[in-house]
Structure formats: structure tokens, C-alpha cells
């Protein structure tokens, strides 16, 4: 044989060796690459998952605080008349009571805004409370004026509007944000 053919021979084996380590390490390296593109999709889509829960969940007590005024405007009449005791009271504001929990939730989206919303719809709606039940505990009471409860009652009301509506363009905005 002739030493050409065996150098010529070697060097195809070993250029050809080469081209498929290379190959072979770059194939790699594009898989580790996609897969950490993969990873970090699957991470991004999973924290958009749970902010849209967290989302959800102060949207539903936002809402459960505005659906409070609108169960005591439909039942003023029979608060003023004293039919409303401290039991309907209670079975009104229960599913408040089973969200207090989420009345933080703002902080953990980060949103100081919505918090700020959140608090007032809170304060508000304790406040409300208050006032029924001194019409509900003192139902029996010929001198307290209803009347009177109630149109603080009315007023109270009327300022539950504006951050209730805050809080929703506010929680809009958080949507929005997520996507882009």
C-alpha cells in the first residue's frame, strides 16, 4: 500500500471523526438551548397563570363588595322597617367574611393602586354594615330614626362607586399587562 493512500485515508477518517463530533456538539448545544427556551416559556406562562388566578380572585371580592351595596338598595325598605334581623344581616355579608383573606392580594400582585382601592372598598363596606346593623340590632328601638341611618346608609352607598370602578379598570390594566 502506498503511504499516500493511508495518509489520504487518515486524514478522511479523522476530518470526517472531526465533522461529526462537531455536528454532534452543536446539536447539543441547540437542544440545550431550545429546551431552556421551553423551560423559561413553561415558567412565563406559569407565573401568568397564577397572576391571572390572584387576578380573578380580587375581582371576585371586588365584586362581592359591590354586590353587598346592591343587596342592602334592594332590601332598604324592609331594613327600615326593622325586617331585617342580625341573622340576614350576617347571611348577607358571609361571603365578605369568606374572602377577607383576598383583601391583601393586591400587595402580592404589587398593585399599591389597586390595594388603595381595595382598602376603601373595604372600609366602605364595613361602614355600611355598621349602620344596618344598628338599624337591625335596634329594629325594636321607637326612637332611632331608620330614616336618618338610612340615608347615610344611601350615601355610603353612593361612594362605593367610584372604587369599585377604579378597582376594575385597575384589575383590566393588570390583565393587559400580562400579555405584553
Same mark, same amino acid.
Given at each position: 500500500m502506498d503511504t499516500n493512500t493511508i495518509i489520504g485515508a487518515a486524514i478522511a477518517i479523522i476530518s470526517s471523526s472531526i465533522t461529526a463530533g462537531l455536528s454532534f456538539l452543536f446539536r447539543c448545544l441547540e437542544s440545550d438551548k431550545k429546551r431552556k427556551w421551553e423551560i423559561e416559556d413553561r415558567n412565563k406562562e406559569n407565573e401568568q397563570k397564577v397572576t391571572i388566578k390572584r387576578i380573578d380572585q380580587v375581582e371576585s371580592l371586588v365584586t362581592e363588595y359591590y354586590n353587598l351595596g346592591g343587596t342592602? +338598595?334592594?332590601? %332598604?325598605?324592609?331594613?327600615? !322597617?326593622?325586617?331585617? #334581623?342580625?341573622?340576614?344581616?350576617?347571611?348577607?355579608?358571609?361571603?365578605?367574611?369568606?374572602k377577607f383573606h383576598?383583601?391583601?392580594?393586591?400587595?402580592?400582585?404589587?398593585?399599591?393602586?389597586?390595594?388603595?382601592? +381595595?382598602?376603601? %372598598?373595604?372600609?366602605?363596606? !364595613?361602614?355600611?354594615? #355598621?349602620?344596618?346593623s344598628i338599624i337591625s340590632v335596634n329594629s325594636k328601638d321607637k326612637k332611632l330614626d331608620r330614616r336618618e341611618v338610612g340615608e347615610e346608609i344611601l350615601k355610603v352607598l353612593n361612594e362605593l362607586e367610584e372604587p369599585y370602578s377604579n378597582a376594575i379598570r385597575r384589575l383590566d390594566t393588570l390583565r393587559k399587562n400580562i400579555y405584553s
Open positions: 342592602i +338598595v334592594r332590601n %332598604l325598605d324592609g331594613i327600615y !322597617e326593622g325586617n331585617w #334581623d342580625y341573622k340576614t344581616l350576617i347571611k348577607e355579608v358571609d361571603p365578605l367574611i369568606k383576598l383583601t391583601q392580594m393586591p400587595k402580592v400582585l404589587g398593585d399599591s393602586k389597586l390595594q388603595t382601592h +381595595v382598602d376603601k %372598598l373595604h372600609k366602605l363596606s !364595613e361602614k355600611i354594615v #355598621d349602620l344596618v
